[in-house]
């Protein structure tokens, strides 16, 4: 059989099966998507050479930056700046001590290189929108969200900063990137305010723009022509393609939040399709060759990156309780993508080597699955 069919098929029915399988083994679909897809790729099933891989890697690469989408959906910059002034305080608390014990717990203790070190503290919202559908808008998940949300633009930064520094130097160029960088950020913020200050005169922009009555699914093309169009943005800039999905979420959520029905129509498309080609992708990508040879330092990445967390969640102590901040801990501790594009930059520099890549990788599996399980079983306690 061609191996494109065989791709189709096996992915196909592995969409259609896993919610079975979840449900049978009372576990959320994501960490069995990830674990069939890593059994399938070493099977070979699915990924690796075969002229379908192409396709798949395609997919799932659409699949992650509409999971970056949803998770700019989940937060409305409107409500954050209505949030108490300590939540906001507790957060930027949170995130400074996190960096200030990462290098004592990485470097000093762990006696990790500085990729693996700076790979620690990083953050992604990306399964936090995973979480929200299971568990709904519950204190712990909204103070992971304002974490994750600030957390997120500190990463891809930090992660942009490393990558350039690496690949240029510290050089003319390097302060040429950065400054598209942050000029990007400034724009963002004025393109903010002055589109606030647009639909607060003309209110009925929004409903010319997302009418109510949706015969033709106006709301969710305009929506989608969004998604794409910050992703150009953001390839045109050379920045981080995810950085865009998310921006592109957070722009549907702070002006067009009245549309609930626009968000279940994004949600389902995403959950339903793409999102889990992305984690079943993941699962694939994983070379079991270098399993035994980089099993320990996966566990001790996955120790340090939950100790940086609990140990900065102790600045949430008069905001939640300990098994609130336990999940807030745990919630953080999953950045699947931003941990494989960390792992890549290092590999390509010469500065990680094939067991230290894989371990980073396999890392960032096994926190989706064990993590996501965990979560799921104090959550329900």
């Known amino acids: 059989m061609d191996s494109t069919v065989t791709h189709i098929l096996t992915l196909s029915l592995l969409l259609v099966f896993s919610p079975y399988i979840s449900r049978f083994l009372k576990l959320q679909t994501a960490p069995i998507e990830i674990i069939v897809g890593s059994i399938l790729g070493y099977m070979s099933w699915i990924g690796g050479d075969n002229d379908g891989s192409h396709y798949f890697d395609l997919v799932a690469e659409v699949g992650f930056l509409y999971l970056m989408f949803l998770a700019g959906l989940e937060i409305n910059l409107k409500s954050i700046i209505k949030i108490p002034k300590n939540h906001i305080v507790k957060s930027i608390n949170f995130l400074i001590v996190l960096m200030l014990i990462t290098p004592i717990v990485g470097h000093f203790i762990f006696g990790f290189n500085y990729i693996i070190t700076v790979a620690l503290p990083l953050i992604s919202v990306g399964l936090l929108a995973t979480l929200s559908k299971e568990h709904g808008k519950t204190d712990w998940i909204n103070m992971a969200l304002l974490i994750g949300a600030i957390g997120e633009v500190l990463s891809i930064t930090a992660l942009t900063i490393l990558e350039v520094s690496i690949s240029v130097g510290f050089s003319i160029e390097f302060i040429y990137k950065i400054s598209i960088l942050f000029i990007f950020l400034v724009a963002i913020l004025i393109l903010y305010y002055l589109l606030r200050l647009i ?24 929506a989608i022509g969004i998604f794409f169009f910050m992703i150009v943005v953001m390839k045109i800039v050379h920045l981080e393609l995810a950085f865009g999905a998310f921006i592109a979420g957070l722009f549907i959520s702070t002006f067009f939040h009245h549309k609930r029905q626009l968000e279940n129509k994004i949600t389902s498309f995403g959950f339903g399709f793409l999102i889990p080609i992305f984690f079943i992708h993941v699962g694939a990508s994983f070379d079991y060759s270098y399993f035994l040879s980089s099993i ?37 501790s999953m950045p699947l993508t931003l941990l494989v594009a960390t792992a890549t930059v290092g590999y390509r520099a010469g500065i990680v080597n094939d067991v230290e890549y894989n371990a980073l990788i396999l890392a960032s599996i ?15 306690r």
């Open 366 to 380: 096994l926190e989706v699955v064990l993590f996501m399980i965990v979560i799921k079983f104090i959550a329900n």
């Open 199 to 222: 639909f607060w005169w003309y209110p009925e922009l929004k409903n010319k723009m997302m009418p109510p009555l949706n015969s033709n699914n106006q709301d969710f093309r305009i």
């Open 296 to 332: 320990g330092m996966s566990i001790k990445i996955l120790i340090a990156m939950i100790l940086i967390k609990l140990l900065a969640s102790f600045t949430l102590t008069k905001l939640l309780k300990l098994k609130e901040m336990l999940l807030v801990s745990l919630s953080l």
